[in-house]
């Protein structure tokens, strides 16, 4: 007889498409590959978050940058302005303190006596459109210059050479820059050419008359490309 038990000896039934052991792989494959996205993705924001930190954390690099005008009055003494320009272009959190600045002004060849230059207070400049004349006014003594991304220092600093007076001839100078993270001193080179009619000018004006010596004008420093010289106008 014969046995009549439904699909005892027939074919096996054909699992239906994506369900059996084939189908799953596309969808595991999928899963792993989600898992190690994700676990790139972590260690990517954790490395830029630890970069950030160090980046922020770092200390600010500094640059100085002199002006095209240093002035010059004379007296008794002679006081010479400069107004640097202290700015740091990276990001960073931290700040940087200058807590000195000094000038030193060294003649070049002849028998001129070096002055002692000492930063004698901070200022600033306003301008008589009547008589065409530029008014000092002194603003705080010497004291510690905060420097911070987005927000640069642009001081008027006022430095005092006691019973000296500039003589023609040509002046090499340096300004230093002393900073409280003990990071080595900013220096900072330029040159000061006075010429035989610069210092008559100078002898003859009335004390505390400002002379702008300028390193900018075209053919006013054949020569000495650079230098400060009494500016012609």
Known sequence: M???????????????????PTGDRP???????????????????????????????QEPAVDVTLP??????????????????????LRTERVEIVTHVEL?????????????????????????????RLTYERVADPGP?????GAPQQPLLLF?????????????????FRRASGQRPLRKRFCLVVSQGAAATIREA???????????VPGSDPGRTGCYVLSPV
């Open 2 to 20: 014969t046995s009549s038990r439904d699909g005892a000896d027939g074919p096996a039934e054909s699992s239906p498409a994506g369900h059996g």
């Open 160 to 176: 005092n050479a006691v019973g000296w007076n500039l003589a023609a001839g040509r002046y090499d100078g340096t300004l230093t």
């Open 68 to 89: 095209h005008i240093a002035r010059v009055a004379q007296g008794k003494d002679t006081w010479l302005y400069l107004q640097p320009t202290l700015s740091t272009r």
């Open 206 to 216: 009335q004390q505390y008359t400002f002379h702008d010596f300028r390193n900018d």
């Open 145 to 149: 210059l905060v420097v911070a991304q």
């Open 104 to 132: 030193r002004l060294r003649p070049v060849g002849g028998s001129v006596r070096a002055p002692a230059f000492f930063w004698d207070e901070t200022g600033s400049f306003s301008y008589d459109h009547t008589t065409h």
């Open 27 to 57: 969808k595991k494959l999928h899963e792993y590959a989600q898992g190690w996205i994700g676990t790139l993705a972590g260690v990517a924001a954790l490395a830029l978050s630890i970069y950030n930190l160090v980046v922020l954390q």
